[in-house]
């Protein structure tokens, strides 16, 4: 499984000349990301601590509209990451275990919403969510309920957008934990007399752990960004974080508070992200640690 | 074995001669080509004939150029209108001038922009050279155009015909969804809801939020809300909202589209767009120009023409026969109308936003 063999000594010097020089080929996108990222960033703290004062902190962490909207934005997110998990697991399982042909058809189809812009997939939903939409119109007419169904413009619209767009992250971070899992493992269980059901549960399972951790890490993390889906489908009474940071910063002109609004979502992830590096080698999410 | 191999062989090409030359020559053309993209860059804009106008995109700003920039490059002997969009978020506007790195010399901006405080983004315009409203010292926006706030219905949806906002709050005589649009903003909900509640329309500003909430709580779970004005209309036209309060260029381009679309128009908002000069900006003197074209007296009314905005020039006539006319915010089709007041928003943004939003999450 650990593919990681050890090369000979002699041959990691050289790979490491190699690589130093490779190292180039990094400057643009370092200098890009040093640019357009990390300054900005850096811009956005100053400012949230100086336009006008470090007052903005305090003025978003004693208000009952800003606590409110972080705990939204947490729950859709876990809400999210469950969807996904429930959509995703049994998804990745067949693609992991199936043959090739199927299991590369089954990937195209998980990335192929890839490749078209979250605004049209958004939009799409409105066509089956709204009230004279689609799914409410075939139950309105088979009789099956008397009004419309609120689909959207609530918790449900959110997370039913939120989880299509993040389920490709989850799936194909469990099919990448899946296909590390030794076949073999599962035979020797059932050969062994277990059942099934408990070979799933006690083999299979606790193995895809990681995969299930780095995959819900990566949904979760997502998720607490996300801007245009809740802004469309969701619930106008719970404003995810990210639709208040763009009042204040759209209609407040507020530059300060919209940066300490950013600037606490940062640090929430970012302290999320720690919590979570105990369950999940965070090296596997960003691709430093793979099959070589 | 293979891959140290590999390497090997990636290490003799990236060294060879052939490589290195193609390589520089390479570098050299990129260079080259940047020093292009920037002269043209700079020439576009420091040239002094022309003139970068943004607005708020979409048909308005193509009607625009149709009713007047295509005309003024023809009239003004080469100065040439250069386009850019997104003026409606004025976040983009602010941050730039206060960055010191304008690219625009007129901004098509709402009513909410450009009063107070931010005027020391601005750049006074040159009365000599367009004309300022009389009596007025507000030479720093000028009138570009208006459209109207309106109750507009679903004539196939509702039962009846309403014809105030007291009908659009009254979910018992009229049962159905209301399409509002979800912002703390000049578009005329708490206005709509203050005239229903009794609020005469000449003493609406400043406005008492409070009861403005406390009304259109009476009617919260019957709102849908809309996340733009194109979509509050939609909302209507398409049956989900019974009515809605529109903007009436919205529900023009929805009949247009053969959508089931009527307007009411008793209290109805008057919103103004204005043009304003960024503090900053490149060609000051074109812009003047270009601004005095757009609102002159002879030439504003181009527009409602063929985009339905009423004139912002109070002289500025328009035409009975114009296809827009039925839909345009003319004083002779409204009872209770009143004007919606940017100043009072760009003063009280922070309190009205923070007690929508806990409207909202009650």
Known sequence: MSSQMAPSPGAAVRFRGVRSRWGALALPGAAALAVFFVVPLAYMLVRSLSDPSPRNYVEVITSSIYLKSYATTLLVAVWTVVVCLVLGYPYAYVMARSSRPISMILGFCVLMPFWMSILVRTYAWTVWLQDNGLINTFLLRLGLIREPMALMGNALGTTVGMAQVLLPFMVLSLVTAMKRIDPALELASRSLGVGPVRTFLRVFLPLSGPGVFAGGLIVFVTALGFYLTPAILGDPTKPLISQLIVERVNTLLDFGGGGALGIILLVLTLVILLIGARFVDLKEIVGLRGES | ?362
């Open chain 2, 1 to 362: 074995m293979h891959a140290t191999n590999n390497h090997a062989r990636v290490r003799n090409i990236l060294s060879s001669r052939p490589f290195k030359r193609m390589f520089g020559a390479g570098v050299v053309i990129a260079m080259g080509a940047g020093l292009v993209a920037c002269s043209s860059g700079s020439g576009a804009g420091s040239a002094s004939a022309s003139v970068t106008f943004i607005g708020g995109g979409g048909q308005l700003q193509e009607a625009q150029t149709k009713a007047y920039f295509s005309p003024f490059e023809k009239a003004k002997s080469g100065i040439k209108v250069v386009q850019d969009t997104g003026s409606t978020n004025p976040a983009k506007l602010v941050a730039a001038i206060q960055a010191g790195n304008v690219g625009w010399d007129l901004a098509d901006v709402n009513a909410d922009f450009g009063t107070g405080d931010q005027q020391k983004l601005l750049q006074p315009f040159d009365c000599a050279v367009v004309e300022c409203p009389s009596g007025e010292s507000e030479t720093y926006r000028l009138p570009l155009h208006a459209y109207a706030s309106v109750l507009a219905y679903n004539p196939s949806k509702v039962s009846g015909e309403p014809s105030n906002w007291a009908d659009f709050f009254d979910v018992k005589k009229f049962p159905g969804k209301r399409a509002l649009l979800k912002e703390a903003g000049p578009s005329g909900i708490f206005e709509a809801a203050l005239l229903a509640d009794g609020v005469p329309a000449d003493t609406l500003y400043p406005l008492d939020v409070d009861r403005a909430l406390k009304k259109l709580g009476t009617i919260k779970n019957s709102i849908v809300w809309a996340t733009s004005p194109t979509q509050t209309a939609d909302l209507v036209a398409g049956g989900v909202a019974v009515m809605g309060n529109v903007f009436s260029g919205q529900a023009y381009a929805q009949v247009k589209n053969g959508g089931d679309i009527k307007v009411a128009w008793d209290g109805m908002g008057l919103g103004v767009d204005y043009l304003v000069i960024p503090k900053g900006a490149p060609h000051v003197a074109n812009a003047n120009k270009l601004a005095a074209y757009m609102t002159d007296a002879a030439t504003n009314a181009d527009l409602a023409k063929i985009y339905p905005v009423g004139p912002g020039n109070p002289k500025a006539r328009v035409d009975k026969t114009t296809a827009t006319f039925d839909f345009l915010p003319t004083p002779d089709k409204s009872s209770h109308q009143y004007t919606l007041n940017g100043a009072w928003y760009a003063s009280n943004y922070s309190t009205l936003t923070t007690k929508f939003q806990r409207w909202l999450q009650q």
